[in-house]
């Protein structure tokens, strides 16, 4: 670990600091070798060892491979012994990098603090996003998020200066969108901690959304364990065009797959359509793909990559991508575990929506369907950017329909905000005049961040409650997530027909056939939108935001957190089992119906406390509904018989030395990677958490920190349990990979019901729980 960190350090010292433009030059790399970043010139792209992985399991499994198996199996620890078996075996993997957002990047640093460890042992970066709130306009908002989140951000670029990480300034832009302009390529596998680094599956990358904890194992050196994919294929036949854009095709996967229908799985997407479309549109295809709980999406190697990669100053990966071509695309006759077909030519503008994106309408069915179920019409606010739709052509387009609006004399009747992608996004569409027309025609253009597509907006043109209409070319559209107004109805569409309806005013308006009023009269249709894919000039790189880990590394650097802050506050570890079964855990909350991590831990105001773990407590599931009494925030205390808040109750039962168990329904977690939806029913005296199923991810964090992850054996069993039982759960003494444990539920008027519970735990996953957390075993390891 420390030799990476000096190898960064001496060669930046050699290079100088100003790599944000220009790669390294060739005299400090051999010509066999191409640097992975021109940040991180000392580590190399490895497709030799890729390839050599990749034939020995080929040979082992005596089948052709799959893309993504070739990517996932050519990154294992030990190819030669790994059992591979998809959907049932634990993989061993060695990722190349890891990223991390500023909202999960505090948790995780404070995680790797904890361990003990002097550097990372892979390259990883740090991205300022998450704590800029949208409120007046980039550069405004962006000062004042300097100044209200000052202590975050010193203690991240501090640690990351300390332990070696690339630190991108606020500013900088959005995660996903850094990563796809400067660390993903074609082949290599990356974890950040976000549910949409799967972005970086359009250039070929399996990237992959996780908790905090997974990314400390890969930063410590340690291998990082992922259940064997199944692998669904989308075949694309045809081509896009006229309003159809690649946004309609994960709109409408997600209507076929639904929110759970890629759980334990990863997306490969092949056939001749995928061709026509551009890398940034395949990106915003795999980007949403976490919305169907995907473990993460890909496209193969094709020229739209290259192009990308050689406009993005990184044609020296291009031209060794292209020698090992074959290598980067499925093998042919590979078998996929289901397959999904669509057809470009076919395909219509769609729009997903309310409250859940795998709400799949076309466009030309919106307007009835909504009036049939009483959706307001009228759309206040058109909301465009964000990581899964803010590139060069997105812009383009929606500009393509602003500038039709705007020469009939027209500017947008709904509110309109703009969310530049990137810093590099940013630059270039103003210098290309993108920004004007999206101004003259009423846009608002909003710093480069995540903003409201997490819930950091200050709206204030409607009230709480009040029941209105928004359509977004975000990812998500959960119950209250953009506004923290659960009356509000958020669609999801891609950016141009965002555009179109802000333009319009109403959600009926469909492009495609209807008409709009220019200023003197006349009738007009919408031309469909022609944008270029990529700059004619090369991209503007803005503002260099990039602080490099420094020169002479960070061993005598200190990273200090005041125990009075309360924003950030040093972890203490989880209390071991104690090597018995859990007897009469109470039950703290039935939760009725869906159940995101966004329930179970709410962002917007809440990710200032992103670093302070008992303060962020104070949101734990105050989202999700009480089966009880359909309450949102309110469940009886078993102890006094009266009725509060979830965090207040369960604070109230840790203080009393009562544990407890959180009932839960289906894909129980879905949603944002978020790990303090598993930290904080831990910290608050939580055991356990039985549900119908679970998401991936959340699954894996609540393993992580000690908790157990339970789903019903036979689902009905759910109804079996009452908002006051006690719950004991039995069979952890002889707690083994595959063997249930079963469940004994005392209810309050003295009868009694028992069932079994399934399990996903691995062996070394019953180590964290029997060691309290991972980050516990970690360190009983050292």
């Known amino acids: 670990m420390a030799t990476y960190c000096l190898t960064v350090a001496r060669l930046q010292l050699a290079l100088g600091q100003g790599v944000r433009r220009l790669h390294v030059s060739a005299a400090f790399n051999a010509k066999a070798k191409v640097s992975m970043s021109r940040f991180e010139p000392s580590n190399y792209v490895s497709y030799e060892k890729l390839n ?247 496209f193969p190697y094709n020229h739209r990559m290259k192009t990308y990669l050689e406009k993005t100053g990184r044609g020296d990966i291009a031209s060794l991508a292209d020698d090992y071509a074959d290598l980067l695309v499925p093998d042919p006759g590979c078998e996929y575990d289901s397959i999904v077909e669509i057809n470009l030519d076919e395909l219509k503008p769609h729009i997903n929506g309310p409250f859940t994106p795998d709400l799949a309408h076309p466009m030309a069915d919106i307007g009835a369907t909504a009036v049939k179920n009483g959706w307001p019409l009228e759309v206040k606010v058109g909301l465009i950017g964000s990581c899964t739709n803010s590139s060069y052509e997105d812009m383009g387009r929606s500009a393509s329909v602003a500038k039709q609006a705007l020469d009939k004399g027209l500017k947008c009747k709904a509110a309109f905000t703009i969310t530049p992608g990137s810093e590099q996004i940013r630059a270039t569409i103003e210098r290309d005049g993108y920004s004007k027309i999206l101004g003259d025609v009423g846009g608002m253009v909003l710093a480069n961040a995540c903003g409201p597509c997490i819930g950091q907006w200050d709206r204030r043109d409607v009230k709480k409650g009040e029941k209105n209409t928004i359509v977004t070319s975000y990812n998500r559209n959960f119950t209250a997530r953009n506004d923290a107004n659960p009356a509000t109805h958020a669609f999801v569409a891609s950016p141009e027909i965002v555009t179109a309806l802000a333009i319009a005013g109403t959600l009926d308006f469909n492009p495609e056939v209807d008409y709009l009023t220019a200023a003197n009269g006349e009738k007009f249709k919408l031309e469909p939108p022609s944008a270029d894919e990529l700059p004619k000039l090369d991209f503007d790189p803005g503002q260099d935001t990039y602080q490099h880990p420094p020169a002479e590394g960070g061993s005598k650097l200190r990273v200090d ?135 991936r991810i959340h699954e894996t964090n609540l393993k992580k920190q000690g ?31 595959g063997k249930p444990l079963s469940a004994v539920v005392n209810h309050s008027d003295g009868s009694k019901d028992d069932f079994q519970l399934n399990h996903t735990f691995n062996e070394t996953q019953i180590e964290w729980f029997q060691a309290g957390s991972a980050l516990n075993r970690m360190k009983e390891l050292q």
């Open 561 to 695: 957190v005041s125990p009075t802050s309360t924003r950030l506050q040093l972890l203490e570890p989880f209390d071991k089992w104690a090597g018995g079964d859990l007897e009469d855990l109470q039950v703290l909350i039935k939760v009725k119906g869906k159940c995101t991590t966004d329930h179970i831990s709410a962002a917007g105001p809440w990710l200032k406390f992103r670093g302070h773990l008992d303060n962020i407590s104070n949101n734990m599931l105050i989202g999700a509904v009480n089966i009880e009494n359909d309450g949102i925030n309110k469940i009886k205390n078993q102890l006094t018989g009266e009725y509060g808040g979830v965090p207040d109750v369960a604070r109230h039962y840790k203080a009393n030395g009562l544990s407890w168990v959180v009932v839960g329904d289906d894909n129980y977690g879905e949603g944002s990677s978020r790990e303090h939806a598993a930290l904080e029913p831990r910290h608050l005296g939580g055991r356990c958490i039985i549900v119908k199923s679970f998401a």
């Open 707 to 737: 908790m157990l992850p339970l789903t019903f054996q036979i689902p009905a069993d759910y109804d079996k349990i009452r908002p006051d039982d006690k719950i004991s759960i039995k069979g952890l003494a002889n707690f083994t990979p």
């Open 52 to 298: 050599e992985n990749v034939n020995i399991v080929r040979k082992r499994l005596n089948r052709p491979l799959t893309l993504s198996e070739k990517i996932v199996y050519g990154h294992l620890d030990d190819p030669v012994g790994q059992d591979i078996a998809r959907g049932h075996t634990y993989l061993r993997l060695r990722p190349d990098r890891v990223a991390m957002q500023d909202a999960t990047a505090q948790m995780a640093m404070l995680q790797f603090i904890s361990s003990g460890l002097p550097c990372v042992a892979v390259p990883s970066t740090i991205h300022c996003d998450h704590l800029i709130e949208a409120q007046i306009g980039g550069a405004k908002d962006l000062a004042r998020a300097k100044d209200i989140n000052a202590e975050v951000y010193n203690f991240l670029a501090s640690a990351g200066a300390k332990y070696g990480v690339g630190f991108w300034k606020p500013g900088s832009g959005i995660i996903h969108q850094i990563i796809l302009e400067n660390y993903a390529y074609p082949g290599v596998l990356l974890i950040g901690t976000d549910s949409h680094t799967p972005n970086g599956g359009g250039l070929g990358s399996i990237c992959i959304g996780v908790g905090g904890a997974d990314a400390v194992d890969v930063m410590a050196g340690i291998p990082w364990e992922l259940k064997c994919p199944k692998v669904i294929g989308v075949k694309l036949t045809g081509k896009l065009s006229g309003w159809t854009s690649p946004k309609d095709v994960i709109l409408k996967v997600a209507g076929i797959l639904t929110v759970k229908g890629g759980t334990g799985a990863i997306v490969e997407y092949h056939g001749p359509g995928v061709d026509s479309i551009s890398c940034t549109g395949m990106a915003t295809i795999c980007n949403m793909g976490a919305e169907i709980g995907a473990t993460t999406s890909v």
